[in-house]
């Protein structure tokens, strides 16, 4: 589940969104209102349910052979996203959507970039496309999912080594 050329996606569980107006998210380090979507790059992070917690690493141009081995583990591939137990139900069980919206009016936020903004109301290009089966799609794009009792400990381990990552919803994890 990708944009094509010209578009961004936005996940969401909600099937009935019409249009996209900007909004300060209740969470946002940022205090202008935005329209938030993705590219191409960064969908898998959003292969989950909405309030799912994950720690997300993979192995960039600083990566060196000693933490991808550590981390992501020997043939684990260049990716690894990591869940807690208690969310592997939901994500088989969640009906999430996808909607294509225009690019013309994103652009990035982040260094480096982790999202698309836009700071005009977007209307979708269509209606909303179920995403299916999420550990099918971590499967098709090589993305090792790795499931744990507590992310925390892995967390550490990423955010200390050369790898990329991301965390989402990290506050949704337990303690």
Known sequence: MRPAPGEVLHFSEDPTIKHFAPHVAPTS???????????????PDFWFPRACPRAMAWVGPRTTEH?????????????????????????????????????????????????????VPVTPLGPPEPVGDLLALHEEAGIQLRVLDNLWPFWDEVITSTLEFSGIRLRNARR
């Open 67 to 119: 933490d991808a081995a550590r981390v992501l583990g020997a043939g684990c591939g260049p990716r690894v996203h990591a869940i807690e137990y208690g969310w592997l139900k939901p994500i088989m069980n969640v009906r999430l959507y996808a909607y294509r919206l225009p690019a013309g009016t994103f652009k990035p936020i982040g260094d480096p970039p982790t999202a698309m903004v836009s700071t």
């Open 29 to 43: 380090r940022h205090s202008e209102a935005y329209v938030w979507a993705v590219g191409p790059d960064r969908c």
